[in-house]
């Protein structure tokens, strides 16, 4: 199937694509800081670079869009048919540098969570699940846990 939009459209609009203080981003640092956590931004120091950090509770934070990092299962995470080998191998590239450098993390001694943006567009209401997961003990948690919107 042939892209919807000319060549030039498509490329200004692939050029907009943040990598920082994304929307779900900023909400999730807006939610956090209201509930008295507090963070540190993009340490390139570490693995990944987590969007957030929180050194007290030993927690790297990943705000990840379902598209570009693959949420299993998730609605979003939909592929291009137009060059469908660049995109399968681009994906498959995201995802192999997200493992490694969770576990670069957890090696160091760090907790990971994944937040992913499904979770943001169904419910901000559900953000209130967020807390327990930084609160907890698990080495490795994903949120939501399940997508809310599947294939």
């Known amino acids: 199937m042939p892209d919807v939009v000319d060549r030039a459209t498509r490329s200004r ?3 907009g694509i943040r990598g920082k203080h994304t929307t779900p981003e900023l909400l999730l640092r807006k939610f956090l800081h209201g509930h ?12 990944g670079a987590p969007d957030l950090v929180m050194p007290r ?5 990943f705000v990840n869009g379902c598209f570009w990092h693959r949420h299993t299962d998730c609605f979003y995470a ?3 048919s137009t060059r469908f080998e660049f995109w399968q191998e681009k994906f498959s590239t995201n995802v192999e540098r997200d493992r490694r450098n969770h576990k670069d993390l957890m090696y160091l001694g760090w907790r990971v969570l994944v937040v992913w943006e499904c979770g943001f567009k169904h419910s ?3 953000l209130r699940d967020i807390p327990a997961l930084i609160e907890g003990v698990n080495q490795y948690q994903e949120w939501p846990a399940v997508p ?3 294939c």
């Open 57 to 61: 509770h030993s927690l790297a934070i």
């Open 78 to 80: 939909t592929t291009p």
């Open 36 to 47: 008295g956590y507090r963070f540190r931004l993009h340490r390139k120091d570490l693995p």
């Open 148 to 150: 809310p919107r599947t």
């Open 124 to 126: 901000s209401e559900r």
């Open 13 to 15: 609009m692939m050029s």
